[in-house]
Protein backbone atom coordinates (compact mmCIF):
# COMPACT_ATOMS: atom_id res chain seq x y z
CA UNK A 1 0.00 0.00 0.00
CA UNK A 2 2.97 2.38 0.49
CA UNK A 3 2.69 4.89 3.03
CA UNK A 4 1.29 5.03 6.47
CA UNK A 5 -1.98 4.90 7.61
CA UNK A 6 -3.81 8.14 8.01
CA UNK A 7 -5.28 8.88 11.79
CA UNK A 8 -8.43 7.76 12.09
CA UNK A 9 -9.58 10.67 14.14
CA UNK A 10 -11.12 13.50 12.04
CA UNK A 11 -12.46 17.09 12.95
CA UNK A 12 -15.98 17.38 12.58
CA UNK A 13 -16.83 18.77 9.50
CA UNK A 14 -17.70 22.25 9.06
CA UNK A 15 -19.95 22.30 6.11
CA UNK A 16 -21.72 19.34 4.49
CA UNK A 17 -22.22 19.35 0.44
CA UNK A 18 -25.33 17.10 -0.52
CA UNK A 19 -24.60 15.94 -4.00
CA UNK A 20 -27.15 15.03 -6.16
CA UNK A 21 -27.14 13.36 -9.76
CA UNK A 22 -29.69 13.33 -12.15
CA UNK A 23 -30.99 13.24 -15.34
CA UNK A 24 -34.34 13.32 -16.25
CA UNK A 25 -35.34 13.01 -12.93
CA UNK A 26 -38.39 15.61 -12.64
CA UNK A 27 -41.03 12.99 -11.55
CA UNK A 28 -38.89 11.61 -8.67
CA UNK A 29 -36.22 14.46 -7.63
CA UNK A 30 -38.50 16.13 -5.35
CA UNK A 31 -39.87 12.92 -2.95
CA UNK A 32 -35.82 12.94 -2.22
CA UNK A 33 -35.70 16.84 -1.74
CA UNK A 34 -38.76 16.90 0.47
CA UNK A 35 -36.83 14.47 2.29
CA UNK A 36 -33.65 16.77 2.74
CA UNK A 37 -36.07 19.16 4.07
CA UNK A 38 -36.83 17.18 6.42
CA UNK A 39 -33.43 16.69 8.21
CA UNK A 40 -32.52 17.14 11.89
CA UNK A 41 -29.00 17.73 11.28
CA UNK A 42 -28.20 21.72 13.00
CA UNK A 43 -25.03 21.93 11.20
CA UNK A 44 -23.84 23.88 8.49
CA UNK A 45 -24.89 21.96 4.78
CA UNK A 46 -25.59 22.97 1.18
CA UNK A 47 -27.85 20.85 -1.87
CA UNK A 48 -25.77 20.72 -5.04
CA UNK A 49 -28.27 19.19 -8.15
CA UNK A 50 -26.07 18.14 -10.97
CA UNK A 51 -28.35 17.67 -13.96
CA UNK A 52 -26.57 15.62 -16.46
CA UNK A 53 -28.11 16.07 -19.82
CA UNK A 54 -31.99 15.97 -18.28
CA UNK A 55 -34.30 16.20 -21.10
CA UNK A 56 -37.29 17.17 -19.08
CA UNK A 57 -37.70 20.19 -15.98
CA UNK A 58 -35.10 18.33 -13.61
CA UNK A 59 -33.27 21.96 -13.14
CA UNK A 60 -36.50 24.17 -13.04
CA UNK A 61 -38.11 21.30 -10.71
CA UNK A 62 -35.15 21.64 -8.56
CA UNK A 63 -34.72 25.29 -8.53
CA UNK A 64 -38.16 25.28 -6.41
CA UNK A 65 -37.07 23.82 -3.88
CA UNK A 66 -34.44 26.76 -3.38
CA UNK A 67 -36.28 28.15 -0.35
CA UNK A 68 -36.19 25.10 1.53
CA UNK A 69 -33.40 23.86 1.27
CA UNK A 70 -30.13 25.43 2.24
CA UNK A 71 -27.71 26.36 -0.43
CA UNK A 72 -29.33 24.76 -3.18
CA UNK A 73 -27.91 25.42 -6.64
CA UNK A 74 -28.07 23.60 -9.73
CA UNK A 75 -25.08 22.92 -11.95
CA UNK A 76 -24.72 22.01 -15.59
CA UNK A 77 -23.10 18.34 -15.93
CA UNK A 78 -23.65 17.53 -19.59
CA UNK A 79 -20.60 17.28 -21.05
CA UNK A 80 -20.67 13.47 -21.37
CA UNK A 81 -23.59 10.72 -20.30
CA UNK A 82 -23.16 9.22 -16.79
CA UNK A 83 -23.74 9.37 -13.33
CA UNK A 84 -20.16 9.70 -12.30
CA UNK A 85 -19.36 12.45 -14.51
CA UNK A 86 -22.42 13.81 -13.03
CA UNK A 87 -21.09 13.18 -9.11
CA UNK A 88 -17.81 14.44 -10.34
CA UNK A 89 -19.06 17.76 -11.55
CA UNK A 90 -21.17 18.28 -8.38
CA UNK A 91 -17.99 17.41 -5.89
CA UNK A 92 -16.00 19.93 -7.62
CA UNK A 93 -18.38 22.83 -7.45
CA UNK A 94 -19.11 22.56 -4.10
CA UNK A 95 -17.81 23.88 -0.83
CA UNK A 96 -18.02 21.78 1.96
CA UNK A 97 -14.89 19.94 3.72
CA UNK A 98 -16.94 16.97 3.50
CA UNK A 99 -19.09 15.44 -0.22
CA UNK A 100 -22.40 13.55 0.65
CA UNK A 101 -23.57 11.73 -1.94
CA UNK A 102 -27.35 10.15 -2.42
CA UNK A 103 -29.67 9.49 -5.36
CA UNK A 104 -32.72 11.67 -6.90
CA UNK A 105 -34.91 8.42 -6.67
CA UNK A 106 -34.18 7.79 -3.15
CA UNK A 107 -35.21 9.46 -0.14
CA UNK A 108 -32.90 10.36 3.13
CA UNK A 109 -34.69 9.67 6.58
CA UNK A 110 -34.64 12.48 8.74
CA UNK A 111 -32.05 11.58 10.71
CA UNK A 112 -29.34 10.16 7.83
CA UNK A 113 -27.65 13.34 7.48
CA UNK A 114 -26.87 14.11 10.87
CA UNK A 115 -25.11 10.64 11.16
CA UNK A 116 -23.31 10.83 8.24
CA UNK A 117 -21.77 14.01 9.62
CA UNK A 118 -21.18 12.21 13.06
CA UNK A 119 -19.37 9.37 11.23
CA UNK A 120 -17.77 11.37 9.08
CA UNK A 121 -15.39 12.79 11.76
CA UNK A 122 -14.29 9.23 12.57
CA UNK A 123 -13.11 8.03 8.88
CA UNK A 124 -12.48 9.40 6.08
CA UNK A 125 -15.46 7.95 3.73
CA UNK A 126 -18.89 6.60 5.38
CA UNK A 127 -21.22 4.73 4.26
CA UNK A 128 -25.25 4.91 5.69
CA UNK A 129 -28.11 1.85 5.09
CA UNK A 130 -30.14 1.82 2.27
CA UNK A 131 -33.38 0.18 3.88
CA UNK A 132 -34.89 -0.91 0.40
CA UNK A 133 -38.78 -0.13 -0.47
CA UNK A 134 -41.06 -0.67 -2.95
CA UNK A 135 -44.02 2.02 -4.01
CA UNK A 136 -46.60 -0.78 -5.82
CA UNK A 137 -44.82 -4.28 -6.32
CA UNK A 138 -44.59 -5.70 -3.13
CA UNK A 139 -42.93 -8.93 -4.96
CA UNK A 140 -39.26 -6.62 -6.13
CA UNK A 141 -38.90 -7.03 -2.39
CA UNK A 142 -37.97 -10.83 -2.67
CA UNK A 143 -36.43 -9.66 -6.13
CA UNK A 144 -32.90 -8.43 -4.60
CA UNK A 145 -30.56 -9.60 -1.61
CA UNK A 146 -30.75 -6.91 1.39
CA UNK A 147 -27.55 -5.06 2.15
CA UNK A 148 -26.87 -6.37 5.95
CA UNK A 149 -27.52 -4.14 8.51
CA UNK A 150 -24.85 -4.44 11.03
CA UNK A 151 -21.98 -3.45 8.59
CA UNK A 152 -20.98 -2.42 5.08
CA UNK A 153 -21.10 -5.00 2.41
CA UNK A 154 -18.29 -6.80 0.72
CA UNK A 155 -18.55 -7.37 -2.55
CA UNK A 156 -16.51 -10.06 -4.45
CA UNK A 157 -14.80 -11.57 -1.40
CA UNK A 158 -12.22 -8.51 -0.96
CA UNK A 159 -12.93 -5.52 0.33
CA UNK A 160 -15.84 -3.29 1.53
CA UNK A 161 -18.00 -0.95 0.17
CA UNK A 162 -20.58 2.34 0.66
CA UNK A 163 -23.61 2.36 -1.77
CA UNK A 164 -23.35 5.58 -3.72
CA UNK A 165 -26.30 6.24 -2.87
CA UNK A 166 -25.37 7.17 0.69
CA UNK A 167 -21.71 7.53 0.66
CA UNK A 168 -19.77 10.67 2.34
CA UNK A 169 -16.19 12.01 1.93
CA UNK A 170 -14.05 13.90 2.95
CA UNK A 171 -13.55 16.46 0.16
CA UNK A 172 -9.46 16.83 0.64
CA UNK A 173 -9.20 12.62 0.18
CA UNK A 174 -11.91 12.90 -2.91
CA UNK A 175 -9.71 15.21 -4.67
CA UNK A 176 -5.99 13.05 -3.81
CA UNK A 177 -8.28 10.16 -5.54
CA UNK A 178 -9.27 12.06 -8.62
CA UNK A 179 -12.83 11.82 -7.97
CA UNK A 180 -15.12 8.74 -9.56
CA UNK A 181 -13.61 6.66 -12.18
CA UNK A 182 -15.99 7.92 -15.35
CA UNK A 183 -14.79 5.09 -17.05
CA UNK A 184 -17.77 2.84 -14.83
CA UNK A 185 -21.18 2.80 -16.29
CA UNK A 186 -24.03 0.80 -14.77
CA UNK A 187 -22.08 -1.10 -11.90
CA UNK A 188 -18.72 -1.11 -9.45
CA UNK A 189 -18.32 2.66 -9.61
CA UNK A 190 -18.83 3.03 -5.98
CA UNK A 191 -17.06 -0.30 -4.99
CA UNK A 192 -14.35 0.74 -7.40
CA UNK A 193 -13.68 4.55 -5.76
CA UNK A 194 -13.98 2.77 -1.99
CA UNK A 195 -11.23 0.19 -2.96
CA UNK A 196 -9.38 2.73 -4.19
CA UNK A 197 -9.46 4.74 -0.82
CA UNK A 198 -9.05 1.65 1.01
CA UNK A 199 -5.78 0.64 -0.80
CA UNK A 200 -4.59 4.24 -0.44
CA UNK A 201 -4.90 3.80 3.43
CA UNK A 202 -7.56 5.96 3.96
CA UNK A 203 -10.11 4.80 6.39
CA UNK A 204 -14.35 3.54 5.68
CA UNK A 205 -16.87 3.52 8.29
CA UNK A 206 -20.11 2.45 8.36
CA UNK A 207 -23.12 4.86 9.66
CA UNK A 208 -25.84 2.68 10.51
CA UNK A 209 -28.42 5.23 11.10
CA UNK A 210 -27.39 7.24 8.38
CA UNK A 211 -30.93 5.26 6.67
CA UNK A 212 -31.61 6.04 3.01
CA UNK A 213 -34.78 4.76 1.80
CA UNK A 214 -33.40 3.16 -1.67
CA UNK A 215 -35.77 2.43 -4.26
CA UNK A 216 -36.18 -1.11 -5.66
CA UNK A 217 -36.44 -1.64 -9.12
CA UNK A 218 -40.38 -2.91 -9.67
CA UNK A 219 -40.36 -4.17 -12.98
CA UNK A 220 -38.44 -6.93 -14.82
CA UNK A 221 -37.05 -4.68 -17.16
CA UNK A 222 -35.41 -2.18 -15.66
CA UNK A 223 -33.87 -4.94 -12.90
CA UNK A 224 -32.58 -6.84 -15.36
CA UNK A 225 -30.87 -3.86 -17.15
CA UNK A 226 -29.55 -2.86 -13.30
CA UNK A 227 -28.10 -6.47 -12.79
CA UNK A 228 -26.52 -6.74 -16.34
CA UNK A 229 -24.87 -3.72 -15.39
CA UNK A 230 -23.51 -4.92 -12.26
CA UNK A 231 -22.55 -7.63 -13.35
CA UNK A 232 -19.88 -5.80 -16.49
CA UNK A 233 -18.92 -4.04 -13.63
CA UNK A 234 -17.73 -7.08 -11.83
CA UNK A 235 -15.51 -8.34 -14.67
CA UNK A 236 -14.19 -4.94 -14.54
CA UNK A 237 -13.58 -4.21 -11.00
CA UNK A 238 -11.91 -7.90 -11.30
CA UNK A 239 -9.68 -6.57 -14.26
CA UNK A 240 -8.42 -3.30 -12.17
CA UNK A 241 -7.96 -5.02 -8.90
CA UNK A 242 -6.49 -8.92 -9.27
CA UNK A 243 -2.95 -6.82 -9.17
CA UNK A 244 -4.03 -5.59 -5.98
CA UNK A 245 -4.75 -9.60 -4.57
CA UNK A 246 -8.68 -9.97 -5.71
CA UNK A 247 -9.47 -13.13 -5.73
CA UNK A 248 -9.77 -15.25 -8.57
CA UNK A 249 -13.17 -16.73 -10.10
CA UNK A 250 -12.18 -20.23 -10.53
CA UNK A 251 -13.74 -22.51 -13.51
CA UNK A 252 -15.15 -24.61 -10.90
CA UNK A 253 -16.99 -21.70 -9.21
CA UNK A 254 -18.22 -20.15 -12.26
CA UNK A 255 -19.45 -24.22 -13.23
CA UNK A 256 -21.23 -24.47 -9.80
CA UNK A 257 -23.18 -21.11 -10.43
CA UNK A 258 -24.49 -21.48 -13.88
CA UNK A 259 -25.35 -24.78 -12.30
CA UNK A 260 -27.36 -23.39 -9.93
CA UNK A 261 -29.33 -21.24 -12.09
CA UNK A 262 -30.44 -24.18 -14.30
CA UNK A 263 -31.62 -25.90 -11.09
CA UNK A 264 -34.13 -22.83 -10.33
CA UNK A 265 -35.66 -22.64 -13.50
CA UNK A 266 -38.60 -23.96 -11.84
CA UNK A 267 -38.80 -20.76 -10.15
CA UNK A 268 -39.68 -18.54 -13.41
CA UNK A 269 -43.62 -19.78 -12.51
CA UNK A 270 -43.43 -18.23 -9.62
CA UNK A 271 -44.24 -14.64 -9.43
CA UNK A 272 -42.68 -13.91 -6.08
CA UNK A 273 -39.25 -16.19 -7.25
CA UNK A 274 -39.10 -14.66 -10.95
CA UNK A 275 -38.02 -11.34 -10.36
CA UNK A 276 -35.00 -13.06 -8.72
CA UNK A 277 -34.08 -15.71 -11.03
CA UNK A 278 -33.74 -13.10 -13.62
CA UNK A 279 -31.83 -10.91 -11.63
CA UNK A 280 -29.27 -13.26 -10.67
CA UNK A 281 -28.99 -14.42 -14.54
CA UNK A 282 -28.44 -11.32 -16.14
CA UNK A 283 -26.09 -10.51 -13.14
CA UNK A 284 -24.20 -13.59 -14.49
CA UNK A 285 -24.67 -12.78 -18.02
CA UNK A 286 -23.18 -9.46 -17.26
CA UNK A 287 -20.20 -10.59 -15.72
CA UNK A 288 -19.66 -13.41 -18.96
CA UNK A 289 -20.02 -10.18 -21.41
CA UNK A 290 -17.36 -8.55 -19.14
CA UNK A 291 -15.07 -11.31 -19.12
CA UNK A 292 -14.62 -11.05 -22.74
CA UNK A 293 -15.04 -7.02 -22.75
CA UNK A 294 -12.16 -7.03 -20.19
CA UNK A 295 -10.58 -10.06 -21.38
CA UNK A 296 -10.46 -11.17 -17.28
CA UNK A 297 -11.87 -14.87 -15.86
CA UNK A 298 -15.31 -13.32 -13.85
CA UNK A 299 -17.93 -15.88 -15.44
Not at 172 to 184: I, P
Amino acid sequence: MGREPLPSALPAPELLSVIIPARDAAALLPGQLAALSRQDHTGSWEVIVADNGSTDDTAATALRWADRLPGLRVVAASARPGINHARNIGAVTARGDVLVFCDADDTATPGWLRAMARAAGTAHLVGGYPAPYTTANHHARSWRTPQPRDRLPVALDYLPFAMGCSLGVRADVYHALGGFDEGYAGGGDEVEFCWRALLADYTLAYAPDAVMRYRLRERLGPLVRQAYGYGVGNARLMRDFRVHGLPAVTPAEAARTWLRLLRRLPELADREQAGRWCFDTAFRVGRLNGSVRYRVPCL
